[in-house]
């Protein structure tokens, strides 16, 4: 092979080759964060894919998919296009690649079989409770306009189509299998789908955009002021699904374990944590106890509270209602912080963590200490 030859295979080479014999819990992790179109999308050799949304600059929520969730991953920095550049710009990180791309068509095209659902509480009826006036499911938004090309075929109608079988394997389970391929900058974002190898085999081509400045909404642990882990997702669940969703607002209310023991004779006791829940109806009161079977960590350094926009703190049930731990961190400043332990097993055994994180701006003048 001559000099040019190899250069030129070298420029040919995918920035990302990767596969998956069951989408559902991929899909788990971008359903979670689906309530922007808008979505940018980073490729990284240590932290796989990540997915981030915004909404009206206060809200941001990101979904970590590990590389070691799928069951091949080939991946090779992009160095060439628009990050040359920048080599001289010290903040650019040529480990990664960003992009953008229409999060509903990715969505669609990785469930086009109808498979990629799970079938976990989030299907139960306190996600129809919280469910807003102009939210749509998946299924109901597939009529809409997408932004990707689609194109199926008989996987026996094209020559040399057995070769599926090296990226499928031959599992009796239903569910997708995927196939993904991003050649790089100004290239469309590939998708190879099948439900088995000797079955019907769909391409989607999703059209990739180049990524625009999202708000950076940093938290840094040193100006925490509250921090809880739930044992289990299901106690903030449970109680957030009763709430009244014309709800405006939702407040955080928290006391060092302290000050709630200095209770006086007479006096009101202080809330350990307590949530509180104000709309055009009245309003709602939840506390929570300080009992390790329901925080498995509580940490408050001084009284503290703070307000949210409900109708953006709704944005995290999806995303709730998939995971099996919830860390709550909350900082000086009013900036909330919810990660969502998220399960995801690996391809050959044991399971594997992910998470999606939020954050979110508190309301002017509703932080208080």
């Not at 939020?358 to 208080?368: M, Q, S, T």
């Amino acid at each position: 092979m001559s000099q040019s030859q190899g250069i030129e295979a070298e420029e040919s080479k995918p920035v990302l080759t990767a596969s998956v014999n069951d989408v559902r819990y991929i899909v788990a992790l971008l359903r979670g964060i689906n309530f922007s179109n808008r979505a940018s999308v980073t490729l990284s050799a240590d932290l796989g894919i990540i997915v981030t949304v915004e909404e009206a600059r206060t809200l941001l929520a990101t979904s970590y998919i590990y590389s070691d969730h799928f069951d091949e991953w080939n991946y090779s920095a992009e160095i060439s296009g628009p990050a040359s550049s920048q080599l001289s710009d010290p903040h650019v990180d040529l480990s990664t690649v960003t992009f953008e791309i229409p999060l509903n068509t990715l969505i669609e095209c990785l469930n086009i079989y109808g498979t990629a659902g799970m079938s976990a509480a989030g299907s139960n009826s306190s996600h129809k409770k919280w469910r807003r006036e102009g939210d749509r499911s998946d299924d109901e938004r597939y009529g809409e306009n997408r932004d990707g090309r689609q194109q199926a075929r008989g996987a026996g109608n094209a020559p040399g189509s057995n070769r599926i079988d090296q990226y499928f394997g031959g599992g009796s389970d239903k569910g997708t299998r995927a196939r993904l391929s991003y050649a790089g900058s100004g290239h469309p974002l590939t998708l190879w789908l099948a439900e088995d190898s000797s079955g019907p085999t769909t391409t989607c081509e999703i059209v990739t955009f180049d990524p625009e400045p999202f708000i950076e909404l940093p938290f840094d642990g040193d100006r925490t002021v509250l921090k809880i882990i739930f044992k289990s997702s299901s106690w903030l669940r449970d109680a957030l699904s009763e709430l009244d969703p014309s709800c405006d607002k939702i407040t955080f209310i928290s006391n060092p374990v302290a000050e709630v023991r200095k209770a006086h004779r007479g006096m009101p006791a202080k809330p350990l944590f307590r949530i509180i829940a104000t709309g055009t109806f009245g309003t709602t009161e939840m506390d929570y106890p300080n009992d390790r079977e329901v925080l498995e960590t509580f940490e408050c350094f001084r009284p503290m509270r703070a307000s949210y926009n409900f109708a953006q703190f709704a944005r995290t049930l999806r995303a709730l209602q998939s995971s099996t731990k919830t860390s709550l961190r909350i900082d000086d400043e009013g900036l909330l912080s919810l990660q969502f332990l998220v399960p995801v097993p690996k391809p050959r055994a044991g399971l594997s963590d992910s998470f999606i994180e939020f954050r979110c701006l508190a309301l002017d003048e509703e932080v208080a200490s």
